[in-house]
């Protein structure tokens, strides 16, 4: 059989009647730091050859890889990198929930090196015709699969990334119409002795996301100075409740409380106290229904924290039973907004209350509300003028 020898370092090229061509072999250094033979066929010999140069360049830049390593086998290794550097628990469970049901099943057998912007753009296609993914999260999707194989081109494995350019579905702005400062009004009478009135007269003046507002504990409740720190917000997963710090540093803040929801606080309070005496502390054998002692502000009838669906469940109810528009508990944040530039109070003094991490983000998604404080503004001071 015809071997072909090339120069040192180069490998060698022989027909391979099996494959009706030639294989080329070369010795090169794998990602371990062993000797490994690459073997790399072709139609001629001058296919096996640009193969087998292109291992040997690939192999200097230090982008050789080995041939199985698969898309799945990437994104695990760059969540496993992500929760090292001590990334927060919901976006650890948000990456996993886009990788499981979405990223894997469609891409993680395909070898690396092998995955094509063709392919990626070709899912972005389908799950977006069929309905399977809406805009938003199709973008959180590919966020992840881009941002991974980034990772995967920094580690060598692969020399460019096939997501940097892609065609991806607009996704369209929805400008928020939050309760009016009359329609808060009849929510304010519409929660008047209810369980939750206190939670839900709380959300509405201060603007706390769902999170912070059923992760508050007593310590973070100032009820003589009248303010609110916030410096952890709730979260519900694989079981059990976890308190976290914010997700900015704009995050933690102070928030003052107006008269009403210092009085409800102070009545709810009163009313905890006594609940917790009715029930008794908790026993494993002689009280197991008692109260579990967590500091929290807003609970069960056992002191646990609130899950966050039950919540929205009472929420609805009380709407619903006031005749108010749909919104959900967590649009009493907005609504809290709209309050606050309905009074004249500054866009960057809403920004700070709500704690957006940047300023931009609050113009951005209330720039339709603060048109209407300041058309509201020009109309006081034309009356003033009597013009």
Known sequence: MQTTRRNNGEGSIQPFPQRGGYRGSIWLT????????????????????????????????????????????????????????????????????????????NFGRIVVSQLTRVTIQRFIKTVSKDGVLNA????????????????????????????????????????????????????????????????????????????????LRWADVDLEQGIITVNATLHRRDGSWHWESPKSEESKRVVAL??????????????????RLVVGE????????????????FTTHQGNPLLARNVLREFVNVRDGAGLRRQTYHDLRHATANLLLDTGVSMDDV????????????????????????????????????L
């Open 30 to 105: 794998n990602p371990s730091g062993q000797m490994k033979r690459y073997h790399r066929y072709g139609k001629s010999r001058k296919a096996v050859l640009e193969q087998l140069r292109k291992l040997r360049n690939d192999s200097d830049k230090g982008l050789l890889v080995t041939a199985k390593l698969t898309v799945a086998e990437v994104i695990e290794e760059f969540i496993e990198s992500r929760e090292l550097i001590g990334r927060r628990p919901k976006t650890i469970q948000s990456y996993r929930y886009y990788s499981n049901y979405y990223l894997i099943p």
């Open 136 to 215: 938003q999260s199709i973008r959180h999707c590919i966020t992840l699969l881009r941002t991974a194989l980034k990772h995967a081109v920094a580690k060598g494995y692969i020399e460019t990334n096939p997501a940097d350019v892609l065609d991806l579905p607009a996704v369209a702005k929805v400008e928020k119409e939050p309760y009016t400062t009359e329609e808060a009004r009849q929510l304010i009478k519409a929660i008047e002795g209810h369980r939750f009135e206190a939670l839900f007269a709380t959300s509405l003046t201060t603007g706390l996301r769902e999170g912070e507002i059923l992760g």
């Open 258 to 275: 107006i008269p009403y929801t210092l009085g409800l606080l102070a009545k709810h309070r009163e009313s905890q106290s006594a609940e």
């Open 282 to 297: 908790y026993h494993p054998t002689n009280n197991p229904k008692g109260w579990i002692n967590q500091d929290v502000v």
């Open 351 to 386: 920004s700070k209350i709500l704690g957006h991490s940047q300023y931009s983000i609050t113009v951005d998604f209330y720039k339709h509300l603060n048109r209407e404080a300041r058309r509201a503004a020009m109309d006081k001071m034309s009356t003033s003028l009597a």
